[in-house]
């Protein structure tokens, strides 16, 4: 059975750089190839890369040649990493290393510790390509700044109803500010304080923070599972592991009740907040009952093509609660082995006993065959990366691009979470029954 | 120097033809050099250094256009980052083009750990005949990778049992990212393999102009400009590589001639193609701008033999457009640029700024071709450095932000014309208007030069959005270099190998 990757949805572990980016004023030094970066970016982010205060150009990188596949390029970091400090403007630099490094072997960690008494703090994360996906980078690279960067600095005390939120990964989740924002909100609403590291202007200073905190919410199916079990190893903060990225009411409201049972809130006041955000948004859905089903196009069943985070979220939401029936949801990050059966167990806890049949596959072609040889009862709503397009028109069925590649919306800040979040979707989904003939 | 299509594996640009990617000094320095032979100009490496590109993304982007092949990339997951780049873009101008693109696949052998070890040849082998029985692509390309280069996976031994299997060409594309710090390199990696796997001898000749650019025209409808100007003089355009079918490749030998909207992209096509099989490689100015466009027409209809009828059409346009490009140049003139683009295009751009009548500031190019394959000297280049009115600072960078940044700060010029993505922010983000000149058309004939004139001058007269975000954001550069000479960080010559 030959190994293939066909209409890829990921990238290799050196997409991580997105997650460091993602951290304000965090500089990645990319020792690898002068390709690898730009590569990376014009994938996951779009056409440029995502800009903000850095943009891929902007990344340090030694840009190796065969020079350094002879010889090495230990020197060359050296230099790279010196002159990284005097130019630019950065709180937290961390080296990534590509496959060409790796495999010439460059003692990196060695040449990184040179600069352990600089002022400003530099850690390093082996990304070759061949040895992960952009998810597993992403999870190494936070588990090197606990280790390399929180575990040396002198503890402080942990701050009451301090929360520290993890999940959404930046670039590779297209909605991850508007994502991790609207988790923020939620979170603050049940009066805890959260904090999150990714975005705009929470950097070190809320990096710094991580340690103090109460406990971690970590909401995703499996990234980020190795961080919370290593923030408890080290720093003995309890974590909440919910898997389900929550959209629309029945949802957000679980995850409120769970989040503040978890924190050890008066329940009777987390039911006041529940109360208030379900009556608004079943206001909103009362009035438009009839275009959810007075219409001769719009889709009863439903399957989804990416990843483990969107494909949970997305079922919950239309099952628990629009009414929807699943199909065969099919999840395309790379999930590695060890962790499938804890997915696939979350696709089998909807209302009603409903469950839902899950595959792993990185295989495009196999995935749109299946969903061809399935049955809709009428036109399949499609919900999946811009690959699925095609198959949706080709099946006369209803299509959502939620997860890379995208390219096909502009998304600057919304998100599809929260009860404002399960409200976007609906309107994402139902825009398609004024697109076509009723 | 000529192209010889019996190589295996074709060189950098470094090597065949001495391009460059550090310099810092004066279009004056270009001149002494040309007379020097092309000696005099030496490459300068760099003590720090940002994320460039890499020869891949352009030859495996450049022949994911081709509607009917297929590519199988032989890496780890990220080298196929291309995939999930070019996707949906080519898709979109087959629909427009009403194109069938259903052949079309980019498949990957995700490479893994155990594979740097053991190698997996026989995967790569699998995952082409699976990747030709899924699509059935007219002809497979073979993406090396860093890592498949590393470990000395051998793509030519795999070839021959492979074609008789599929039936079809199966071309190695060796685009290892760490050969050439140019990723131009990709695009002729690229038009090596078209010319060595795909085009056949000529049978007969025909009418059909081969033009090798980046899109098919189809922004703001130029084909139909394109084609008009074609028509005056009875040829017709094969749009390359971008949409174009392996059978329209087949025949580019049968060809009048082969032109192209950028020689830094182009020439290698051009030229195998001239000294292979005879068709004539048009070495005109690229058509953008008035003086471009005309020495482009002209030199196209001397091939064709239909001089006549381009002046009849050259006369005509320039009656209608030229005095409307008048009235917008009195306003343009006096006004200060900086451009940054690829060598072909850069050198372009500031002669059409030349003839708007604005003054260039710096001009800098992401490398340096001081020859192309036939041994011939850049035409812009040539042009440029006899007909500029002043000496101005001229710099080679491949995409290193800090540089530029550096050089803008001082310069603040009117106004930063660029070409790459991911440039133009960085100019407003300090108050100066930017425009990505992302169309290689945008400049095209009288019409294309009129309406680039205009873009200008409202964007020099509207600077709100560059000097709102300007107020709103920071450089991610310490005072410390900002400060500098821009070439603060070059290595000492005598540290450049």
Redesign the interface.
Known sequence: M??????????????AMQTVQAIN?A?PI?HA????????A???AG???D?G?????????????????VFGGEDKLR??IE??L?????DLFVVLS???VE??GDDIDQVVSEFQNEEKPVISVAT????G??LQGHEWVINEIINQYLSRKPQKEVIKGLVNIWGPVPSYDPFWLGNIRELENLVRELGLTPNSIFGEFRGLENVDKVPQAEFNLLVSPWIGLENVKLLKEKFDTPYLHYPTLPIGAHETSAFLRAVGDFAGLDKKQIELIVDKHEKEYYYYLERSVDIFFENRTASKKFTTVTTAANALAVSKFLVNDLGLMPNTQFITE?VPEEYEELVSGYFKEFNYGIQANVVFS?DG?KIHAQIEKEDFAGAPLIIGS??E??LARKLDGNFVCIS??I??KVILHSSYVGYHGGLKLLEDIFTSVYQSFN | MAINLNNKVLESRESRLGSITGFSGSLSDLKEDFACGGGCVENKGRCFSQASSCPSNCALGQLSGINDAAIVQHGPSGCAATAIGISSNYDLLANALGRDRSHFAYTCTDMTEADTVFGSIDNLKEVVIETYNRYHPKVIFLGASCVSGIIGEDLEGILEDLEKKIGIPVAPIHCEGFKSQIWATGFDLAQHAILKYIVKPPKKKSNKVNIYGFTQGLSWNTRSDIKRMFDAIGVEPTYLPASATVEELEHLSEAVATVTTCSTLGSYLGIGLESTYGVPFVRALPPHGIIGFEDYARQLAKVVGKEAEMEAYIKQEREYYLPKLEKVKEQLRGKRAVIAMGPGFGTNYARILQEFGLEIQHLLAWHLDKQYDDGNKPAALKHLIKTSPNNFNYSVNDLQNYEFMNILNKAKPDVFVSRHPGSTVWAMKIGIPAYCVYDEYNSFGYKGTLRFAQTLLDIITNRSFAENLSKHVSLPYSKWWMQQKYDALYEIAEQVV
């Open positions: 030959s190994k293939i990757l066909d209409e890829p949805r990921y990238v290799c572990a050196l997409g004023r500089i990319i190839g002068p390709g690898c970066a730009s590569k990376l014009g994938s996951i056409t440029t890369g800009s205060y850095l943009n891929p150009q902007t990344y340090p990188c030694t840009n190796i040649g065969q020079n350094e596949v230099n790279i002159n990284s005097k130019v630019m403007d950065g590509g496959c060409t495999i010439v070759a390509g061949f040895k996906t952009n790379g990185t072609y811009i690959f397009k095609k890379v590649p390219k096909e």
